[in-house]
């Protein structure tokens, strides 16, 4: 048996899928953010039961073939500024930069950094009293609150610099003693001249590593202690995966929403999608990319929060409003987010001691979303917490009744997506919307028709898309370095060495020499955005342009496949009338409650339709289906929602 356990952690939600002989099986926690592994081992535990009828975790990591896990706790963490306190170590010659850091994102250098900087003169950096004043520059960010250093110099020399400043630090402050306070080095993460790109690398990324650090590591012990066959696999947000050893915190931002972008582009391609839009909806962010002519927006100088990077990522925006995201009322409007309530205490309808509003405990009093049924039955909603909820929060400072108070957070949640969407991706006549996500279908028609999209599609595995998008991924590693010097023999030299790197970092992945492709390139950078990439083959060619750069890069990428081919292909055709499973009585945009038919996806076949007013469950997700939209099921099991005359 082939068996594959797909993991993608999100902030309020942990789903699972599980491969299992060319059949997809789902299931979902409650995310831990106490203990992220507790979670982890929960959907473990779920998928077993899932797979055999019964739990039996010994079995299952016996018998699994490979775990990969996502997550979205780094994207929620910039997002909600949680973190530890960085201090900034820069030379005196850069005095200007902490302007121009914050000037990219001034609410995350605030978090992030705020006064905690100090200067070096590189003078003392390397001279005989270097001793005297690293101590001293340690000392102040300390005192200043900061629990974890970054250092990043500038000018042609910052690596050496560095790495002085680092044998320093190492024998003033030895890695075994209590009061040693860790550090990270921008050359230890990227040889990017960009001394912006490369400091904001650094702090990001010592800012998510701790707590991802401490959870990764402990979900691996645990697995060991199974004696699992293979090793953890971390999706990555450059759409690979890798080990927990050979993963850098940064790579997990926005992991969980590139495993979602994976399944769009396989969705796009499975049934003729030239473009398309997405919203990934969870408990605390969503997460919007765009599908263009079979590709998703990737930059080499990636942006994390609109600040740039020194590594690729995929284009995804990731806007502070979800399922669980807090709602008030300021100044008579009522504004979301981007604080979350999470899964603990989670909405106020879970009965967990939540107590803020949210568009979860709307929906459920609203009518939309079933109390019995909700989490596939393993959760009964609590209406009148959620009445208290939205009564106390929204309705009494808005001076309102409680179901005018429903309908305006339902509009301003609807709004806010369609004027994210309007803001980083490009609509047309012909742009489909992908809703996925535990929170993407339920007000996917009214963010449509707000953002002026008359199609939208709906994965049957809409409530795991991005833990099933993951199952898409090869391991791989990826290395790049500046060169000093443009020449055959200086590339040739160079990239020996990154093979030998290679070689030794597939070899700990578990990957045999000769089971790994490795590919190549040159990357000129002619400054004002404009790179051009030239591929190394044979005998090492340099393009004569490449001289006129103002800097080259050798990258070399080495794969490990695990994709399978894509097959089959997917349409959707009306053809027999939907028969309903139930009844609902929603609250209308006007006001009334109407009954309305329920439709549970689970029941429909293939060229089922039905109109709206409807409601559309599964076990994991609802979605409201407003009148003047018509539901259609594909040969293969997913949605279509078109608005009529459109």
Same mark, same amino acid.
């Given at each position: +048996? ?5 993991? $993608? ?47 039996? !975790? ?56 705020? $006064? ?8 003392? %950096? ?8 690293? %101590? ?13 250093? %970054? ?36 050359? $230890? ?22 707590? +991802?650090?401490? /959870? ?9 202690? /199974? ?81 740039? !990077? ?13 399922? =669980? ?37 709307? =929906? ?13 039955? $393993? ?33 301003? /949640? ?51 898309? =991005? ?113 309903? =499973? ?65």
């Amino acid at each position: +048996m082939t068996l594959q356990i797909n993991i $993608d952690n999100g902030g309020t939600l942990t789903d699972i899928c599980i491969f299992a002989d060319g059949k997809v099986e789902k299931t979902k926690v409650l995310t831990t953010p106490y203990d992220l592994s507790r979670c982890f081992f929960e959907g473990i535990q779920k998928a077993s039961a899932v797979l055999y009828g019964a739990e039996d !975790v010994k079995r299952l990591l016996e018998e699994v073939d490979l775990i990969r896990y996502s997550t979205t706790q780094g994207t929620n963490a910039i997002c909600e500024r949680k973190g530890p306190q960085l201090g900034l170590v820069l030379d005196a010659g850069s005095r200007d930069l902490p302007a121009r850091l914050r000037d990219q994102d001034p609410q995350v250098w605030n978090a992030l950094v705020g $006064d905690r900087v100090v200067f070096l003169d590189a003078a003392a %950096v390397t001279g005989a009293e270097a001793d005297v004043d690293v %101590v001293k520059a340690i000392n102040q960010l300390t005192a200043l609150g900061a629990k974890r250093l %970054v250092v990043a110099f500038g000018g042609e020399d910052f690596r050496a610099l560095e790495e002085r400043f680092a044998r320093v630090a190492l024998r003033k402050y030895p890695r075994h003693l209590l009061g040693a306070v860790p550090i990270l080095y921008g050359s $230890d993460l990227t040889s990017d001249k960009d001394q912006i790109r490369r400091t904001w690398t650094a702090l990001i990324n010592s800012f998510l590593h701790p707590s +991802m650090e401490g /959870f990764l590591y402990n979900a691996e012990n645990r697995l060991r202690a /199974f004696r699992t066959r293979n090793p953890l696999l971390i999706f990555r947000n450059d759409g690979d995966a890798s080990r927990v050893a050979k993963t850098v915190a940064i790579k997990t931002y926005s992991s969980g929403p590139r495993g979602g972008m994976e399944g769009v582009k396989s969705y796009s391609r499975l049934y003729g999608f030239e473009e398309t839009v997405s919203i990934d909806v969870g408990g605390t962010t969503t997460d919007i990319c765009q599908y263009s002519r079979g590709t998703v927006p990737s930059t080499r100088r990636g942006r994390v929060e609109g600040i740039a !990077v020194s590594f690729p990522l995929c284009e995804i925006w990731s806007a502070g409003v979800g399922g =669980s995201s807090v709602f008030r009322v300021k100044e008579g409007e009522i504004v979301i987010g981007p604080e979350s309530v999470g899964a603990v205490p989670g909405p106020a309808c879970f009965g967990r001691g939540g107590k803020e509003a949210t568009i979860t405990d709307a =929906s459920l009093l609203m009518g939309l979303l079933d109390p019995a049924s909700y989490f596939g039955g $393993d959760m009964v909603l609590d209406g009148e917490r959620a009445r208290a909820a939205v009564t106390a929060n929204i309705a009494e400072p808005l001076g309102i009744g409680l179901e005018d108070a429903l309908l305006r957070m339902g509009s301003a /949640f609807e709004t806010k997506i369609a004027e994210e969407l309007h803001r980083v991706t490009t609509i047309g006549d012909d742009t489909v919307m992908l809703a996925f996500g535990g929170a993407g279908p339920l007000n996917a028609c009214g963010v449509a028709e707000k953002a002026g999209i008359s199609r939208v599609s709906i994965p049957r595995m809409a409530a795991v898309f =991005s833990a099933y998008g993951i199952g898409s991924c090869d391991i791989s590693q990826r290395y790049d370095v500046t060169l000093t010097e443009l020449s055959a023999e200086a590339v040739g030299k160079a990239l020996d060495i990154l093979k030998t790197k290679a070689a030794r970092d597939m070899f700990a992945e578990g990957v045999a020499p000769g089971d790994y492709a490795l590919t190549a390139r040159l990357v000129a950078d002619f400054g004002g955005g404009h790179e051009h990439s030239h591929v190394l083959e044979g005998d090492i060619a340099i393009p004569d342009v490449f001289g006129k750069a103002l800097a080259v890069d050798l990258e070399l990428d080495a794969v490990k496949p695990l994709r399978g081919r894509e097959g089959g292909s997917g349409h959707f055709e009306a053809n027999t009338a939907a028969r309903a =499973s139930g009844l609902r009585h929603p609250l209308g945009a006007n006001g009334l409650r109407v009954e309305t038919p329920v439709y549970r996806l689970a029941d429909l076949r293939a060229g089922d339709f039905a109109d709206g007013p409807a409601v559309l469950e599964e076990d994991y997700f609802t979605c409201r289906i407003p009148e003047g939209w018509r539901l259609v099921v594909s040969n293969l099991g997913d949605v279509l929602l078109t608005r009529e005359g459109k």
